[in-house]
């Protein structure tokens, strides 16, 4: 065999493993039965037959665990843009952040200045009991340095999560105490919260904002709603911009809640999967409450599913930019290394017959940045429709297939207040490195706010624009004439958001301050939506 055909055999083989592998894995998982496994090889067995040669001839010893490990990924891209390879510490991460809870000492922190700040203690968890405090800094993990040497701030995360029940040795300054303190904290699970806040934006309508979809969102949901109508909601927005997906069943049993008896939520369908058809039971307790649902760029897969329901139906409005197009139902295939695949299975339907996948292309993770360069986040105008994908929903309305939800009300991206100014603090993240210095400042005065009220005459006493401004002139940033006039709310609103963070209330404490800045809200409060 002369060098060239060799190379090409070579080049041919992680290919031909990883096409073996994974036919003989769908082959078991999805249809073991023997006489399938037969007709399955049949068709592969010109690959079979390289393969044998291969390992009967080949010069040397070949490795074909790390050459699968290289190329898979790769091979599960070139079937579309979300079915993925992951190997086991991926696989672990992904999991994680779906199942609603891990292992760790349950804390949050951010890395504003290279050092690890506790932003956050969750109540009942390790480091609560432990005695960790909201603005701690983690100088030290099992003895290493993370504080001042650009530790990543993923590696901290690792060494911080565990095994359940095993411990961690860490130091940490308090502002007040002039050594470190030594805390060792045993690991137990902390609970991962997918509904990031819930309160009453209006007198009587109701905020939920829904990170992602999680094996306890719909638990969490219902809970939020309970609580909100105890308070007077009549009316509700689901916030579900930048939502990425997750669990496709809590999307149903959440759009459930607003759906009548018989009301078709979603539909599945691929070529191995016959369509399969998803209704609204009425039993949901929220079928006369008026519905919003915030949506944008970011807002994919689990979240379509939800909006599109809500939309076909004509069960409430839909408002914001169209989503991300992501209309793939990925099935999970897990292997004996604690690796896995995920594998597009089949495409789903919004009630009205439409397929809200957006097309694959070369270019299809750049997207987003060719809808700003071709106008669509300013203008409603500037979105592209198929007329041969225009659906029509039980009320008349015209919706349009082929590439996310288009909402019912249009909200452009807003660039007011923004100059250069604005554009220097944020490079230089001096609004968080800020939060961080007037939080240790006032650090007895936080810890001991637990209402909104509180929070709001501390916040009246503290001047935040000469604190911000002493703060970035020291830095090295400071406004030329007028631009704290044109920036200067955006700032000061960030910095209260920031700020009552550091407080027992959290993101409760964030979202009522960042929210005033937002002019999808103030969409919703010119059009009498939120009361």
């Known amino acids: 065999m002369d060098k060239e055909k060799l190379k090409r055999y ?3 083989l992680p290919t031909v493993l990883v096409l073996i592998l994974c036919i003989m894995v769908f082959a078991r998982i999805l249809a073991p039965k023997q006489s399938t496994l037969k007709i399955t090889e049949a068709k592969w067995s010109k690959l079979l037959l390289v393969l044998d040669q ?3 001839n080949y010069v040397d010893t070949v490795n074909t665990s790390d050459l699968i490990e290289k190329l898979l990924p790769s091979l599960m891209e070139g079937l579309d843009p979300h079915s993925l390879y992951l190997p086991p510490v991926e696989l672990e991460e992904a999991n994680e ?3 609603g809870n891990f292992s760790g000492i349950g804390v949050q922190f951010n890395v504003p200045s290279d050092t690890a700040v506790i932003i956050g203690v969750i109540k009942g968890g390790p480091s609560e009991k432990a ?6 800094r983690i100088i030290t993990i099992e003895g290493d340095t993370i504080a001042g040497v650009n530790f990543p701030q993923d590696s901290i995360v690792r060494r911080l999560k565990g095994p359940r029940g095993t411990s961690v040795k860490i130091q940490v300054k308090r502002s007040e105490e002039p050594k470190l303190l030594d805390f060792t904290i045993v690991r137990d699970i902390i609970p991962v919260n997918s509904v990031d806040v819930a309160y009453m934006i209006g007198e009587s309508t109701g905020y939920i904002k829904v990170e992602k979809f999680t094996k306890t969102t719909y638990l969490e949901f219902m809970k939020a709603t309970v609580q909100l109508k105890s308070k007077g909601m009549k009316s509700l927005v689901i916030d579900l911009r930048e939502n990425a997906g997750g669990y496709f069943d809590q999307a149903l049993l959440m759009a459930n809640e607003f759906l009548g008896n018989g009301k078709l939520i979603v539909y599945l369908e691929g070529a191995h999967r016959k369509r399969q058809d998803f209704f609204a039971d009425g039993s949901g307790t929220m079928l006369e409450i008026p519905l919003t649902v915030l949506i944008n760029e970011n807002s994919a897969s689990s979240s379509e599913i939800f909006a599109g329901a809500i939309q076909d139906n004509d069960r409430g409005l839909i408002v914001g930019r169209r989503s991300y197009g992501k209309g793939l139902v990925q099935e999970p295939l897990f292997f004996s290394d604690n690796s896995g695949i995920r594998l597009t299975v089949a495409r789903y339907f919004t009630p009205t017959g439409r397929s809200i996948q957006k097309p694959y292309s070369e270019d299809y993770r750049y997207d987003i940045y060719k809808r700003y360069q071709s106008g669509e986040m300013m203008d409603a105008d500037s979105i592209k429709v198929n007329d041969s994908l225009k659906f029509v929903t039980p009320g008349g309305k015209i919706v349009y297939g082929g590439g996310g939800i288009i909402p019912d009300k249009f909200v452009p991206v807003d660039t007011t207040g923004i100059t ?3 554009i220097k603090v944020n490079r ?4 968080v490195k800020c939060s961080s210095y007037i939080s240790d400042k006032y650090r007895k005065q ?6 909104l009220p509180e929070l709001d005459r501390l ?4 001047d935040f624009k000469q604190e911000f401004l002493n703060y970035s002139g020291s830095n090295g940033v400071n406004p030329r004439a007028g631009e704290w006039n044109v920036s200067g709310r955006i700032i000061e609103e960030q910095l209260k958001g920031l700020v009552g963070r550091y407080t027992k209330l959290g993101d409760d404490a964030f979202y009522p301050y960042i929210l005033t800045l937002d002019n999808t809200i103030d969409t919703l409060k010119a059009r009498k939506i939120i009361k």
């Open 97 to 99: 952040s779906l199942e």
């Open 428 to 431: 230089k993240s001096l609004v």
């Open 420 to 422: 250069d100014f604005l």
């Open 54 to 56: 291969i390992d009967r």
């Open 446 to 451: 936080l810890s001991a706010i637990d209402t």
């Open 10 to 12: 070579l080049r041919l």
């Open 459 to 462: 916040f009246k006493a503290i």
């Open 131 to 136: 005695g960790i405090l909201t603005g701690d």
